[in-house]
C-alpha cells in the first residue's frame, strides 16, 4: 500500500489532539490519514512559541510550494515500509476564507499519487481539520514562520488515535541544526531512533501536473 493508505499511531496518547484543542501540556499531535501531508502543512500557521497554538501567521506566508523531508511514526505498516519512502512536495493556496487547498505528490512504490483536500479552520489559531479521507486535525509544534515547520497530526480509525510527525522545508536541504531539533521534538514525542525517516531526495514526482 502506498503513502495514500498508511495509517499512524502516537506512543504517548496522554496528550492526543482532539479535533477542537491541544493535547495535555499544549502538544501537537499528527494524525496523517494517508500521508495527510496537507495536515502538517496547515501547521505552519500557528508562531514557533511554547504554546502552539498562540497568534497565527500571515497566511500568505504559508502559501506556495513545500517539501516533506522528514518523518516520524510508530504505525506498524509505516516501519514496514519507511525505507522505501522518499521526498515528498505539497503546494498551499489559501481560500478566501481562510481555510486551505493542500495538492501533494508523494513517491510510492505503485507510482507518483497526486491529490488534493481542503482543510478548514477549528477557531484556535494555527488549528485545522480535514474530513477528506477521514477526519484529521493539525497543529504546530515548531516552526521559524517561513522555512520550515515541524507538526504533529492526529486522526481516529476505529476509535484509535493515530499520529505522525512532519518536518516540512522550503528546500530540499535542511541545516544539520533543524534536523537535530526534529528528532529531539521526536524524542519527547517517545518515536525511537528506529521511527525517525530523513527522506531522500527525488526528482521523479513533483507537482507540476496538479
Same mark, same amino acid.
Given at each position: 500500500?502506498?503513502?495514500?493508505?498508511?495509517?499512524?499511531?502516537?506512543?504517548?496518547?496522554?496528550?492526543?489532539?482532539?479535533?477542537?484543542?491541544?493535547?495535555?501540556?499544549?502538544?501537537?499531535?499528527?494524525?496523517?490519514?494517508?500521508?495527510?501531508?496537507?495536515?502538517?502543512?496547515?501547521?505552519?500557521?500557528?508562531?514557533?512559541?511554547?504554546?502552539?497554538?498562540?497568534?497565527?501567521?500571515?497566511?500568505?506566508?504559508?502559501?506556495?510550494?513545500?517539501?516533506?523531508?522528514?518523518?516520524?511514526?510508530?504505525? *506498524?505498516?509505516?516501519?514496514?515500509?519507511?525505507?522505501?519512502?522518499?521526498?515528498?512536495?505539497?503546494?498551499?493556496?489559501?481560500?478566501?476564507?481562510?481555510?486551505?487547498?493542500?495538492?501533494?505528490?508523494?513517491?510510492?512504490?505503485?507510482?507518483?499519487?497526486?491529490?488534493?483536500?481542503?482543510?478548514?479552520?477549528?477557531?484556535?489559531?494555527?488549528?485545522?481539520?480535514?474530513?477528506?479521507?477521514?477526519?484529521?486535525?493539525?497543529?504546530?509544534?515548531?516552526?521559524?514562520?517561513?522555512?520550515?515547520?515541524?507538526?504533529?497530526?492526529?486522526?481516529?480509525?476505529?476509535?484509535?488515535?493515530?499520529?505522525?510527525?512532519?518536518?516540512?522545508?522550503?528546500?530540499?536541504?535542511?541545516?544539520?541544526?533543524?534536523?537535530?531539533?526534529?528528532?529531539?521534538?521526536?524524542? *519527547?514525542?517517545?518515536?525511537?531512533?528506529?521511527?525517525?525517516?530523513?527522506?531522500?531526495?527525488?526528482? *521523479?514526482?513533483?507537482?507540476?501536473?496538479?
Amino acid at each position: 500500500m502506498g503513502w495514500a493508505g498508511w495509517r499512524y499511531k502516537s506512543s504517548s496518547p496522554s496528550t492526543s489532539l482532539h479535533p477542537a484543542g491541544q493535547g495535555e501540556g499544549g502538544s501537537c499531535r499528527m494524525r496523517p490519514l494517508g500521508l495527510s501531508l496537507g495536515l502538517a502543512l496547515l501547521c505552519l500557521l500557528s508562531t514557533k512559541a511554547e504554546d502552539p497554538g498562540a497568534a497565527g501567521l500571515d497566511k500568505n506566508k504559508v502559501a506556495g510550494q513545500w517539501h516533506i523531508v522528514a518523518l516520524a511514526s510508530d504505525s *506498524e505498516s509505516y516501519l514496514q515500509k519507511k525505507d522505501e519512502l522518499k521526498m515528498a512536495m505539497a503546494k498551499i493556496v489559501v481560500l478566501g476564507e481562510g481555510d486551505l487547498k493542500i495538492s501533494f505528490a508523494i513517491p510510492t512504490p505503485e507510482g507518483c499519487k497526486k491529490f488534493e483536500s481542503l482543510y478548514k479552520q477549528t477557531g484556535i489559531p494555527g488549528q485545522y481539520y480535514s474530513t477528506d479521507r477521514g477526519n484529521k486535525t493539525v497543529q504546530v509544534v515548531d516552526t521559524d514562520g517561513k522555512t520550515y515547520a515541524v507538526v504533529f497530526a492526529t486522526r481516529v480509525k476505529a476509535g484509535k488515535p493515530l499520529h505522525m510527525l512532519r518536518l516540512y522545508s522550503r528546500t530540499r536541504e535542511v541545516s544539520p541544526e533543524i534536523t537535530a531539533q526534529f528528532k529531539k521534538l521526536a524524542k *519527547e514525542k517517545s518515536f525511537t531512533d528506529e521511527m525517525i525517516r530523513m527522506l531522500p531526495r527525488q526528482e *521523479e514526482c513533483s507537482l507540476d501536473e496538479v
